[in-house]
Structures are given as C-alpha cells and as structure tokens.
C-alpha cells in the first residue's frame, strides 16, 4: 500500500495547490476538508499514525457532507476530487490497521450505493481484497457498479472491468459471467477481450475432472518428456565430452609425437641389426633407453645418480 500512498500524497499536494482566498472553486466546508486531507496525508505519510489518519479522513469527509451541491460544474469536480483522496487515505488506513473486512462498508457509509463509487475507489477495493484472498466479499458491489449505465462512459470503467474480470469472477470460478462480459464490453479492446478468453478457456479446461483415458494420456506425455530430458542431457554429455576430447587433441604435441614415431622406425626398422657398423649405434640407442626408463620408473636404488 506504500505506492499507493505516495500516488495519493501527490494527489493531495495538487489539490493543496488551490486555496479558498485563490479560487472560487472550494467553498467554506470543503475548505475544511482540503486542511483536514492534508493533515491525514501527513499523518498517514510521515507519523505513521493511521489511527489519527483514519479519524483526520472522517472529519473530512463528514465536513463535506455538510456542503451544498454547487452550481458551477469545477466546483463540483473539486469537491468530488477532495472527496476521492479522504477516501483513499481512509481505505489505507484501515488496511494498515488491518481492518480490511470493513472497507467495503466504510466506503459505502459516504457514498450510499456502490453504483455511485469513483472507478478509482472500485479499483482499490478489487485490489485490496484481492491481495487478502476475498474476492467474493466485493463480487455484488463490483458486478453492480459495472451494470450502471452512468458509469459505463466513465475513462475507469475498462480498468475496473479488466480488474473484477481477472481477479474477483475468473478466481471464483464464475466463468460464464467472466465470458459474457467480454465478449459484451465494449471497453475492452480485441487483444484485451482475446487474452480474457484465452484465460477463462485455461481455467475452464483445468478446472475440468480428467477421465481415466485423459489422465493415462497426460502420463504418458510426461513420461515421453522425462524420457526426452534425459536423452537430451545425454546428448549434451557426450558432446561436452568430445569438446573436451578435441581440446585435448589439439594440445596434445601431435607433430613431435609424429617426428619421434619416424624416427624410431627408420632407427629400429629401417636399420638392418645384422650390419655389422649399426650394433655399436643400437646397442647404445637402447642403454639410453634403459637408463630413462630406470630413471623414471625404476626403484631408488636402481637409478643411476649422476654427478
């Protein structure tokens, strides 16, 4: 709820921006509550005291209640827009004090009918209790405010469309009411209305029990895919191990190796022992070759210690 205290801080440091002695558009009452909402704002922001945010936001709203509708249409506005931000410190309040079961009714206490709450104060409510795994206790409020026709044309309407599909009907498991509003809504663009139906399609098909023929099938899927998964380690295996052989190959000194294979064979081979002049030459070829191998491999006492 931090961010949507922040979000709310800003709102109400534009609407601090207007005064009674600057404009016309705030009368004496919302005066009252302009000063009130700024101190909840900073109650709720800065003290960390939402017990006295949450009464701050009451005497507001109460102030308020106490206004006459005006008949220039900004002061209207104004005032509405006062009124939205004390609620929305309010709601955050009670949710910081872990009062979330009475939001619903606390809202509707100012605004008697959820047909006549803002789209912003729905979305938190679909939000909210959407986060606390609740979503049946704001199904009848959301589901009337989205029948209203005055709200229908409202600029909120898709986003809390798109919220009380997704997370209050889809959840719930009431997938006909989630189909037919958006396959009706107008709010929703094609791409928004395809994704809802391809989710209540996903839902409908897991949430649907499986036959015997159906589970067997789906067991041999995941067989295959075991099998598949450990081929393919297999595979990478032996490819890292014929890399790791190549590297090795290519290290090894492989035209030396070479050179000396030539050389021992036109030495031992190519050389006929009987000749009388290549004797001395074998015969000392092979001490050198005793000598090394006595040298390396040989035990200790056996080695010959040169000075």
């Not at 205290?5 to 534009?14: D, E, K, M, Q, T």
Request: proline share 5%; hydrophobic share 45%.
């Amino acid at each position: 709820m931090r961010s949507s205290s922040s979000n709310s801080l800003a709102h109400v440091r534009g609407l601090g921006s207007v005064r009674l002695g600057s404009s016309p558009l705030l009368s004496q009452g919302s005066a009252q509550a302009l000063s009130l909402l700024e101190t909840a704002a900073e109650q709720l922001m800065v003290q960390r005291d939402f017990r006295a945010a949450l009464d701050s936001c009451e005497r507001g709203l109460d102030s308020m209640g106490s206004v006459p509708e005006q008949e220039d249409t900004s002061s209207n506005f104004r005032c509405s827009e006062v009124k939205v931000a004390l609620c929305t410190i309010g709601v955050q309040a009670l949710a910081e004090l872990n009062q979330w079961r009475g939001v619903l009714p606390w809202i509707l206490q100012y605004y008697g009918t959820p047909e006549k709450i803002p789209a912003k104060i729905m979305q938190m409510c679909i939000l909210l209790y959407t986060k606390v795994d609740e979503p049946a206790v704001v199904l009848q409020a959301g589901g009337d405010w989205l029948r209203s026709p005055a709200n229908q044309s409202l600029p909120g309407y898709g986003a809390v469309a798109e919220l009380y599909l997704l997370h209050i009907l889809v959840p719930l498991g009431r997938l006909g009411e989630a189909q037919a509003l958006a396959e009706s809504s107008t709010a929703f663009s094609e791409e928004q209305r395809q994704v809802a139906v391809d989710i209540i399609e996903h839902k409908r098909s897991s949430s649907q029990p499986q036959s015997p023929s159906q589970a067997q099938e789906l067991e041999h899927k995941i067989c295959r895919s075991a099998v598949s998964q450990r081929l393919d380690s297999t595979v990478r295996l032996l490819y890292r191990a014929l890399f790791l052989v190549r590297k090795r190959f290519r290290a090894f000194p492989f035209q030396k190796t070479v050179l000396a294979a030539v050389l021992l064979y036109l030495l031992l081979i190519r050389v006929d022992p009987a000749v009388p002049s290549a004797f001395p030459w074998i015969s000392n070829l092979l001490q050198i070759f005793r000598q090394m191998w006595d040298t390396m491999f040989a035990p200790y006492y056996r080695a010959a210690v040169t000075d």
